[in-house]
């Protein structure tokens, strides 16, 4: 019987609180639903817009604007593009172009040199060791203009000698060997 009561009364009070009118509330459920409404009104980003429409008599205060930008688009700039340089990032390229040249896996010391060369340039033991792999691999015009760059950059390096002997091997073996740039 208290079961039943107790079941009875939970259901009275919550019709009773169901019937209450929205005046009732209290005033901080007041102040919450008027600044969310004023929220959804108004947007924040009115406030940071810039504006970028050109003045009212941009055009006849300068008549030839548009030629101006034409031409600066058409014209050689001498702005360059940048690229990353980063000889941490091309030595260990190069360490582990190494290791895949031990490997005898060629193709995959090809791509690390050529990386290594992407963050670093002018190295030179890159494009030594790029030269060896593209000659391994059969490619030895690309690999004479690697060992071509390596004597430029080092002439006298540690492993000139040897890049000298390999172009002399491409050439003798009929690849074209471009001596001006020696």
Not at 15 to 30: E, F, I, R
Not at 105 to 119: G, T
Not at 151 to 180: C, E, N, W
Request: charged share 30%.
């Amino acid at each position: 019987m208290r079961g039943a009561f107790l079941v009875i009364a939970c259901c009275a009070f919550t019709v009773c609180l169901a019937g209450v009118p929205a005046s009732a509330q209290s005033d901080d459920q007041q102040d919450k639903s008027e600044s969310s409404a004023r929220a959804s009104e108004e947007s924040s980003s009115k406030d940071t817009r810039v504006d970028l429409s050109p003045p009212k008599d941009d055009t006849k205060s300068h008549p030839m604007s548009g030629a101006a930008i034409s031409d600066a688009n058409d014209a050689a700039s001498d702005v360059q593009e940048l690229h990353p340089w980063d000889p941490h990032k091309a030595a260990k390229d190069v360490e582990v172009g190494d290791f895949y040249f031990k490997k005898k896996n060629y193709r995959a010391a090809i791509e690390r040199y050529k990386e290594a060369l992407f963050y670093k340039p002018n190295d030179a033991v890159a494009n030594f060791r790029l030269g060896e792999s593209l000659e391994k691999t059969g490619n030895s015009h690309e690999a004479a203009t690697h060992y071509q760059e390596y004597l430029k950059i080092l002439p006298h390096g540690p492993f000139s000698a040897d890049a000298q002997k390999a172009l002399d091997r491409l050439k003798s073996s009929g690849v074209k060997v471009d001596t001006a740039s020696k």
